[in-house]
């Protein structure tokens, strides 16, 4: 997920959960992909668009864009 406000909100919403947020790079090789994965025992990522490996990861992706724009309470 690029650096923009979308990645802040998706940060925050994360650690309101409950959850940990883990930095994975999708240009990481697949193994330090997984690697990182499986040491941090992520079960859902959070993504901007389908990488070609996402699927042979052993892991559920929620992808942003599929969403849709993230709405706030501030008016523009």
Same mark, same amino acid.
């Given at each position: 997920?690029?650096?923009?406000?979308?990645? %802040? +909100?998706?940060?925050?919403?994360?650690?309101?959960?409950?959850?940990?947020?883990?930095? %994975?790079?999708?240009?990481?090789?697949?193994?330090?992909?997984?690697?990182?994965?499986?040491?941090?025992?992520?079960?859902? %990522?959070?993504?901007?668009?389908? *990488?070609?490996?996402?699927?042979?990861?052993?892991?559920?992706?929620?992808? %942003? *864009? *599929? +969403?849709?724009?993230?709405?706030?309470?501030?008016?523009?």
């Amino acid at each position: 997920m690029p650096r923009s406000s979308d990645m %802040v +909100i998706a940060l925050l919403a994360v650690l309101k959960a409950g959850c940990a947020f883990v930095p %994975v790079d999708p240009s990481y090789p697949l193994s330090r992909k997984a690697y990182i994965m499986s040491d941090a025992d992520i079960s859902i %990522v959070l993504a901007m668009q389908p *990488e070609k490996d996402d699927k042979t990861l052993d892991v559920q992706y929620i992808y %942003v *864009e *599929e +969403i849709g724009p993230i709405r706030g309470c501030l008016k523009s």
